[in-house]
């Protein structure tokens, strides 16, 4: 069953989100990608929330999580966003000449429901960072993915 439970409910909250960083600019590539992945997998666990699949681009994160009901999705990305920008504050002190006040992120997000297109939006969301390359959006070559800590296939 790909239903969760808590004492009195059943629930199937899945969510396709993507944020980017302050002034869209390309910001997520090698070591602070990598931080950046270990930052979302750890402040997700605390919250219980499960990341399903992710990929993190040069200048936006896509995220298929489920989130329990007793969350709110806007609070989820507040605590993600807000938690996330201070630990890379923190990791990357060079950043803050870049970033005003300690905001990495910028301030919308983008979120929609899975519902019954799970498979097809996994897909889109596991294949983002190849369809960036085809269109030479990037040329950074990714050997670690940095959500797993598993090495990337060449034909994925």
């Given at each position: 069953?790909?239903?969760?439970?808590?004492?009195?409910?059943?629930?199937?909250?899945?969510?396709?989100?993507?944020?980017?960083?302050?002034?869209?600019?390309?910001?997520?590539?090698?070591?602070?990608?990598?931080?950046?992945?270990?930052?979302?997998?750890?402040?997700?666990?605390?919250?219980?929330?499960?990341?399903?699949?992710?990929?993190?681009?040069?200048?936006?994160?896509?995220?298929?999580?489920?989130?329990?009901?007793?969350?709110?999705?806007?609070?989820?990305?507040?605590?993600?966003?807000?938690?996330?920008?201070?630990?890379?504050?923190?990791?990357?002190?060079?950043?803050?000449?870049?970033?005003?006040?300690?905001?990495?992120?910028?301030?919308?997000?983008?979120?929609?429901?899975?519902?019954?297109?799970?498979?097809?939006?996994?897909?889109?969301?596991?294949?983002?960072?190849?369809?960036?390359?085809?269109?030479?959006?990037?040329?950074?070559?990714?050997?670690?993915?940095?959500f797993t800590g598993e090495p990337v296939k060449k034909n994925k």
């Amino acid at each position: 069953m790909d239903k969760n439970s808590l004492a009195h409910t059943t629930w199937n909250c899945k969510y396709h989100i993507v944020f980017a960083p302050k002034y869209r600019r390309m910001a997520i590539y090698g070591k602070i990608k990598a931080d950046i992945g270990k930052i979302l997998r750890k402040l997700c666990e605390q919250k219980g929330i499960m990341i399903l699949e992710a990929t993190a681009c040069s200048d936006h994160i896509h995220m298929v999580i489920e989130i329990p009901p007793k969350y709110s999705v806007s609070s989820v990305m507040g605590y993600l966003k807000g938690k996330s920008s201070s630990m890379i504050f923190d990791r990357h002190a060079n950043l803050k000449y870049r970033y005003g006040n300690r905001h990495f992120w910028c301030r919308g997000y983008y979120v929609d429901t899975v519902g019954r297109n799970e498979k097809a939006i996994r897909e889109y969301v596991k294949n983002q960072l190849q369809e960036d390359i085809a269109a030479d959006q990037i040329s950074l070559q990714e050997y670690v993915d940095p959500f797993t800590g598993e090495p990337v296939k060449k034909n994925k």
